[in-house]
């Protein structure tokens, strides 16, 4: 049985969140991957508190693809730091899962 997991990463900017999430899906590292509009993120960084807007990315993955999607957002990511959290989908409509897990290499 495939494990699968909803990937959430941010980025600064809509452009580099398209260039990403394309290299991605091309790299069959996920299924699918959506960008939602602009939030305001409000952080500390080296000591400074930050509110910056950025837009939220969600990624649809398999467990074993993972450490190659880490490796590629470490990689191509225009943050110093990304943020990437990685949550189990416990429950989900199966067909849907089941074409995930058909379009991430495993």
């Not at 000591?47 to 993955?61: Q, S």
């Not at 450490?67 to 990304?82: C, V």
Request: glycine share 4%.
């Amino acid at each position: 049985m495939t494990s699968h997991l909803l990937v959430l990463t941010t980025f600064p900017d809509s452009d580099s969140a398209v260039q990403v999430a394309r290299g991605i899906v091309r790299a069959k590292l996920a299924a699918c991957v959506n960008i939602l509009p602009s939030v305001q993120s409000v952080y500390v960084w080296q000591g400074k508190e930050c509110v910056e807007p950025e837009h939220v990315v969600l990624i649809k993955t398999t467990e074993s693809a993972y450490p190659g999607l880490e490796s590629y957002i470490k990689n191509h990511h225009p943050y110093e730091l990304p943020e990437l959290i990685a949550t189990p989908i416990t429950m989900g409509f199966q067909e849907y899962l089941d074409w995930v897990t058909r379009h991430v290499i495993t």
